[in-house]
């Protein structure tokens, strides 16, 4: 959602590199660029405004003035103001101390109230709360029905007396006394959270406004949340300061931050209305729902990554029994096998797209391009070829010849040169993940941190005896004493560096990339 931000803010600090001293026009230079950034992605004047004004100020204090590196200064005010203007600091349910803790969701229609409710109730259910789902949308067709289906979904109980408004005709049912009655049936039911889901409308009217007021007075939520398309853009804020005045809510719940709208709501409404953004949806699946972190939110948006969360989800997919048991494999020469290799896919899966994965690693903006392309059933077809084979060749790909290879791809669908391809790079991939186990560094890499014993890709060079097909050595002492040493030195540079940077100095990571079996676009990554 914040790519064009992302993108605009990092050539604007890529003109400050470099730079020991900022002047006052760098400093200018600077806040028009973040202001245009923050513009084009649909952020509210007055929250530009007021941005643009507070980067300004301490980039001219002694904070900028006085650091070792200016332009690297100047990203962490702007990521410290961005975190300002998120919100600050996460926000919390608030549960009540006696009786069910009662949350009412508002907002206007299309906003995905309905959805939400489930996400929100499988949320809680990890949280080791036992939450109720209340249909208290009557007028929307289906609206009930859907919201039963998806409880069925997160295995959560729905409270639907009234069967609502099913085929698109008035109905006689009051949304007010199916929310107050839904708080004896959690009571008799010993359910600790309700969640209510209200009827919305395409525009804020009077009609919208009282009803979500009466079921407010009829059953005193402990949260009011109010929720949001964050693909809406500018109409998002305006419209969040009308249910303000007119229902008054807790904390603003951001839906679709999957989509490719520009983001501007997301920095706009805390700033606009004072009410922090407590959740975050941004997805399809029940699970794709969480806390709402302004400090981590900032990082994405600087393209700083979001490690934190990638390794909350990953503590929450991986089977830990599993991945230690896969270690120790790798310390062991050959220990890994295909169907280690497998089931070590099939968790990564877990935590979702591999390109939302690889979104949250730092750096990883500059590679959007190839990251959006990335073809997901890619990993479908590995799966396929890989469960086309018999146990034995699953945990002995050596045995996999010419023949195994023809009936494998017959099995999966796919040609033999797909087969070939995926056994050539998992044993290319086996090995140097095991040298990285055992610390060595990676294979055919020397020079990395961790790398020890002797330098891998290093050759001994045959001395120089003049036979034929040798280089000549000459008679003159002084000229055959040189020659001695730039052969030693030649031998010694070849040793140390593998990929033939003929400076010696650098890696040539494109040739790196290429014998690691990379895009040759990763070559900027391995640096």
């Known amino acids: 959602m914040f790519a064009t931000l992302s993108d605009r803010l990092a050539d604007t600090f890529k003109n400050l590199r470099g730079k020991g001293r900022l002047s006052e ?24 405004k007021e941005f643009v004004a507070a980067v300004k100020e301490r980039a001219r204090g002694e904070e900028v003035s006085g650091a070792l590196n200016p332009a690297q200064q100047i990203i962490k005010i702007v990521h410290e103001e961005l975190v300002t ?48 789902l209340v249909a208290a949308d009557l007028q ?68 919208l406004m009282q009803q979500a007021k009466d079921i407010r007075d009829a059953v005193q939520p402990d949260e009011v949340l109010f929720v949001v398309d964050a693909m809406i853009g500018q109409d998002a804020v305006t419209t969040a300061q009308a249910f ?65 969360t990638l390794i909350e989800q990953a503590e929450k997919a991986f089977d830990s029994e599993q991945a230690m048991k896969a270690a120790e494999k790798l310390g062991t020469k050959g220990g890994f096998t295909l169907e280690d290799f497998l ?29 959006e392309n990335f073809d997901e059933r890619e990993i479908d077809r590995i799966q396929a070829i890989i469960q086309s084979m018999t146990p034995a060749e699953r945990d002995n790909p050596k045995i996999i010849d010419g023949s195994r290879r023809a009936r494998i791809a017959k099995g999966s669908g796919r040609q033999v040169s797909d087969v070939n391809q995926l056994v050539d790079r998992f044993f290319e991939a086996r090995k140097m993940m095991e ?14 941190p961790g790398a020890g014993g002797k330098r891998s890709g290093a050759r001994q060079q045959p001395q120089n005896k003049g036979k034929k097909g040798k280089k000549r050595v000459s008679g003159n002492p002084a000229k055959a004493a040189q020659q001695k040493a730039d052969q030693k030195a030649a031998a010694s540079e070849k040793a140390s560096n593998p990929f033939g940077n003929p400076d010696g100095a650098d890696i040539d990571y494109e040739k790196a990339a290429e014998q690691l079996n990379l895009p040759k676009d990763f070559s900027q990554f391995l640096k």
């Open 85 to 132: 203007i998120l919100g600050g600091e996460t926000r919390r349910l608030r549960y009540a101390k006696s009786g069910p803790t009662v949350i009412m969701l508002a907002g206007l229609q299309g906003a995905g109230k309905t959805t939400l409710a489930a996400k929100l109730a499988l949320w809680l259910k990890d949280q080791d709360k036992t939450p109720m």
């Open 140 to 207: 929307r067709p289906n609206a009930v029905q859907q919201l039963q289906v998806n409880g069925e979904r997160v295995n959560v109980p729905v409270f639907a007396p009234e069967p609502g408004n099913a085929q698109g005709i008035e109905h006689g049912g009051n949304p007010v006394d199916v929310a107050r009655a839904s708080i004896e049936e959690a009571k008799r039911k010993l359910h600790d959270v309700v969640i209510i889901d209200t009827a919305g409308r395409l525009g804020v009217d009077e009609t």
């Open 244 to 308: 303000l005045d007119g229902v008054g809510y807790d904390g603003v719940v951001l839906t679709k931050l999957d989509g490719d709208a520009r983001g501007g709501a997301a920095l706009s409404i805390r700033s606009i209305t004072g009410k922090p953004v407590m959740f975050a949806s941004s997805g399809e699946k029940m699970t794709d729902f969480d806390l709402f972190h302004p400090d981590r939110m900032a990082s994405r948006i600087l393209d700083m990554g979001d490690m934190l």
């Open 343 to 371: 089931q070590q896919m099939m968790q990564i899966r877990k935590l979702g797209s591999m390109t939302k994965i690889m979104g949250m690693l730092p750096g990883m903006g500059q590679f959007r391009d190839q990251l």
């Open 25 to 48: 026009a760098d400093i200018d230079a600077t806040a028009r660029e973040i202001r245009i950034a923050l513009l084009e992605a649909d952020v509210a004047l007055p929250v530009v």
């Open 435 to 448: 040298q990285m186990a055992r610390g060595g560094g990676m294979p055919g890499m020397p020079g990395l």
